[in-house]
């Protein structure tokens, strides 16, 4: 076989009824382009470019050694030199670039150019010119080919790219001696260890970020004229400080802590607060999502997994309880864990000790263990989707965050401090509120509790024409409630109870001021006279 001789028709299997696709006699798969694209950005936007590019050299490499084993065993080739050859027309065919009619076929040491790179032109259409190459995942599947067909380290660095405005795609092709200090630190995205420094830079970093985003919300705290707290929970409410008072007792206490309470009500925080006042607040807190990750891949997750445990498994690793070793595993929405999945986590507990995924050794763990969930657990438990012995192990301690329409009391001031925090975000001169919009916030019943108010505050910065929040800048289902009681606790004026319900009721009617007279039962001269009265017959609803 030489590599002139490759044909698409030949390589390419396709099964119609059983819905398999072979590549070269191994099973493939068919993905978008854009989707790839897209999981980039979400790489790039989520780890940083560093971390994003080393992940997908990484897979390129993996990818390249084991097309170039593949092409190895199905064909028996003229020359080693055909075999090597034969990489980057395969790759062509794949469909991952187009190769220059005017140049060589094939890539070796005098480097290689394509053109139409598939990965170039996603990451332009994603995220803008680029002031580097941007052929990550090219590089490595050229590197790892190269590497298993010469039997020496081979990598391919781009020096000219579509993707930062050159007219074709380069790569220099050489061997890590040749290479030797030319490439500087450029080599490492092609191996493992050079990932994992990545990460632990991106770990050092979070946690310099959450430091300076501490001071940050106690200079807003300042600048929205809120007395400091320290849990930056702003507990104003008897129920809040009741439940801040019991955490900081319990966080003293090596147990386990399960928070309770409606989404968006603040679970993380308390959790959060637990832990900076807990003996194991010099280690790491780590939060994971139960409910966001399948029961597969929870498991691996929590516990970690051995090389070759399953398809893709091609380091150990270690898992989130290893991680959070001698400091906080904050396990947010435990209600939706499956059983299975339960009695593992169970045992975990009881034993102070993990098992990684293909493993048989087992592995001791110092984590204080706190979850938290939006669920009744008695209630899970009753109808046997739940285990009643995990509960007792979560619920040493129970904290019921109470929802923000139970403690009125905290609603302004975590509004304003959200307010000065998206005006800071904006850069914009937004730095109060209304009587008016302060009345509104607090007679709403917050159904997305402190989530929905934060989104609430950020709307209003961008949509707000002065320096001051007023009740046409909040969302419509806010604004259109009526309270009937001011924020002093007395009741208000009926003045301004009718003038909010004129508002609502042109809001509900988009505006048709004979619709809206209707709907409140008084006749439209009536209603034109109140709208000159309440000097509302110039606003635009």
């Known amino acids: 076989m030489r590599v002139a001789d490759l044909d698409l028709k030949e390589l390419l299997e396709l099964n119609p009824h059983g819905g398999m696709v072979h590549f070269a006699g191994q099973r493939a798969l068919i993905f978008d382009a854009v989707a790839h694209g897209l999981l980039r950005k979400e790489l790039i936007d989520s780890f940083g470019e560093r971390v994003a590019r080393g992940i997908l050299s ?7 050694r084991r097309l170039a084993e593949t092409m190895k065993n199905k064909y028996k080739w003229d020359s080693d ?20 009619p005017d140049g060589p076929i094939a890539f070796g040491s005098e480097g290689g150019t394509w053109l139409v790179s598939y990965e170039a ?13 941007v052929c990550w995942t090219l590089s490595g599947l050229i590197s790892g080919y190269l590497s298993f067909t010469s039997g020496k380290h081979m990598y391919a660095l781009e020096d000219k790219c579509t993707g930062k405005g050159d007219s074709v795609c380069h790569v220099i092709i050489k061997s890590e001696e040749e290479w030797g200090d030319e490439a500087g630190g450029e080599l490492a995205v092609f191996k493992r260890g050079g990932i994992d420094e990545a990460l ?3 770990t050092t970093t979070l946690k310099q970020t959450e430091s300076e985003l501490r001071e940050k919300t106690r200079k807003l705290a300042l600048i929205a004229k809120i007395e400091e707290d320290p849990a930056d929970l702003l507990a104003r409410s008897p129920e809040m400080r009741k439940l801040m008072e019991l955490a900081k007792t319990i966080a003293a206490i090596d147990s386990t802590v399960l928070i309770t309470g409606e989404s968006g009500s603040g679970k993380e925080r308390v959790a959060r607060f637990v832990h900076d006042n807990s003996a194991h607040a010099s280690g790491p807190f780590i939060a994971v999502n139960c409910g966001a990750i399948t029961e597969t891949l929870l498991e691996s997750e929590l516990f970690g997994h ?3 445990a399953f398809t893709g498994a091609t380091t150990d690793r270690p898992g989130l309880f290893e991680a959070a070793n001698g400091g906080t595993l904050f396990m947010d929405e435990v209600g939706e864990i499956s059983l299975p999945m339960q009695v593992k986590l169970l045992r975990a507990l009881q034993e102070r000790e993990v098992r990684r ?8 763990i110092n984590v204080r263990i706190v979850s938290a969930t939006n669920k009744s657990l008695k209630t899970e438990v009753a109808e046997k989707r739940f285990r009643e012995d995990l509960y007792y192990r979560l619920n040493v301690v129970e904290l019921a965050v109470p929802a923000l329409r139970n403690r009125r009391e905290d609603i302004l001031p975590l509004a304003r401090l959200l307010l000065a925090e998206a005006a800071t975000q904006m850069k914009r001169s937004v730095d109060g509120l209304s009587a008016e919009a302060a009345d509104q916030l607090i007679g709403y019943a917050w159904p997305g509790n402190v989530r929905e108010l934060a989104n609430a505050m950020e709307r209003a910065v961008a949509v707000a024409k002065t320096n001051r ?10 604004r259109l409630v009526m309270p009937l009681v001011s924020n002093k606790g007395v009741p208000r004026f009926l003045k301004d109870v009718e003038k909010d319900c004129i508002l609502g009721a042109l809001e509900k009617t988009q505006g048709n001021r004979v619709e809206a007279a209707e709907l409140m039962g008084m006749g439209v001269a009536t209603l034109y006279r109140k709208l000159k009265l309440y000097k509302l017959d110039k606003v635009n609803v």
């Open 306 to 308: 051995a090389r070759g």
């Open 121 to 133: 032109e996603q990451h332009v259409l994603l995220k803008g010119r680029s002031d580097n190459s």
């Open 357 to 364: 995924v293909g493993e048989n050794k087992s592995r001791r």
């Open 81 to 100: 030199e055909e075999w090597q050859k034969a990489g980057a027309r395969i790759f062509a065919l794949q469909g991952l670039f187009m190769l220059d």
């Open 469 to 478: 929040v007023d009740v046409l800048d909040l969302p419509p289902e806010v």
């Open 58 to 64: 990484r897979y390129g490499y993996i990818h390249g």
């Open 200 to 202: 632990r830079d991106v």
